[in-house]
């Protein structure tokens, strides 16, 4: 059973900090991962995608991926209100699997 | 560049109905994606529909199924419904059907609830 964790949460963190979310996942065939942004009530937004080890960084955010750990996170620079979502891990490998999010609250 | 659009956007149906949800694929991308989202849940692949021909499916029984059409739009179809099928449906669409970069753009979902 393929399976991708994910701290439910919520994590909780004043308005200008790093937030930081992180991600398992079992499979170790697996080749891309995601991170999606979900607003409550919407559907996923992409914010990013890593499928190579190390970091990478876009505005604001990096991912950060570590295959022989298995693990990939991803860290928030200067923390906004509207970053208050639930972030989706997402992990493929001929599909996506994906964990069931961790709930991210902005402290103004 | 139109984006994924699906419909309807609610839908309320009762137990052993049968309920059919429509997605507009992004304009150029030939794969289209289903997903099924329950509260507090991550998205559960349901399958995946490649140039009219499944290409994929996640562990949903066959009361589950699908089409996808000649302009890329699509169908699922959930015969039988289920108390259990409540849940935000989400269509997903991509230029490819395979490798490692697999970016899914995301319709706005039907939210189905079944009484």
Same mark, same amino acid.
């Given at each position: 059973?393929?399976?991708?964790?994910q701290n439910?949460?919520?994590?909780?963190?004043?308005?200008?900090?790093?937030?930081?979310?992180n991600c398992?996942?079992?499979?170790r065939?697996s080749q891309?991962?995601f991170?999606?942004?979900?607003?409550?009530?919407k559907?996923?937004?992409?914010?990013m995608?890593?499928?190579?080890?190390?970091d990478?960084e876009?505005?604001?955010?990096?991912a950060q991926?570590?295959?022989?750990?298995?693990y990939v996170?991803l860290?928030?620079?200067?923390?906004?209100?509207?970053?208050?979502?639930?972030?989706?891990?997402?992990?493929?490998h001929y599909?996506l699997?994906w964990?069931a999010?961790?709930?991210?609250?902005?402290?103004? | 560049?139109?984006g994924?659009?699906?419909?309807p956007?609610h839908?309320?149906k009762?137990r052993?109905?049968?309920?059919?949800?429509?997605?507009?694929s992004?304009?150029g991308? !030939?794969t289209v994606?289903w997903?099924?989202q329950?509260?507090g849940?991550?998205?559960?692949?349901?399958?995946?529909?490649?140039?009219e021909?499944? !290409?994929?499916?996640?562990n949903?029984?066959?009361r589950?199924s699908?089409?996808?059409f000649?302009?890329y739009?699509?169908?699922?179809?959930? !015969?039988?419904?289920?108390?259990?099928?409540?849940?935000l449906y989400l269509?997903?669409?991509?230029?490819e059907?395979?490798?490692?970069?697999?970016e899914?753009f995301f319709g706005p979902?039907?939210?189905?609830?079944v009484?």
């Open positions: 059973q393929k399976e991708v964790e439910s949460g919520p994590l909780s963190v004043p308005e200008g900090a790093i937030a930081s979310l398992t996942y079992s499979d065939g891309s991962f991170w999606y942004r979900q607003y409550s009530g559907s996923p937004e992409l914010i995608f890593i499928y190579s080890n190390g990478k876009d505005g604001r955010f990096t991926l570590n295959k022989a750990s298995q996170s860290l928030i620079r200067d923390s906004q209100p509207s970053d208050s979502a639930t972030y989706l891990c997402a992990v493929w599909q699997i964990g999010g961790t709930k991210l609250i902005i402290k103004p | 560049e139109t994924v659009t699906q419909s956007t839908l309320i009762t052993g109905q049968q309920v059919t949800l429509r997605c507009s992004q304009s991308h !030939n994606s997903y099924q329950a509260l849940q991550g998205p559960q692949f349901i399958f995946q529909y490649y140039r021909e499944e !290409n994929g499916r996640g949903f029984p066959p589950f699908g089409l996808q000649p302009n739009s699509s169908e699922l179809n959930v !015969n039988a419904l289920e108390l259990d099928d409540s849940a269509c997903a669409s991509s230029p059907t395979s490798g490692i970069y697999n899914q979902g039907t939210r189905l609830t009484l």
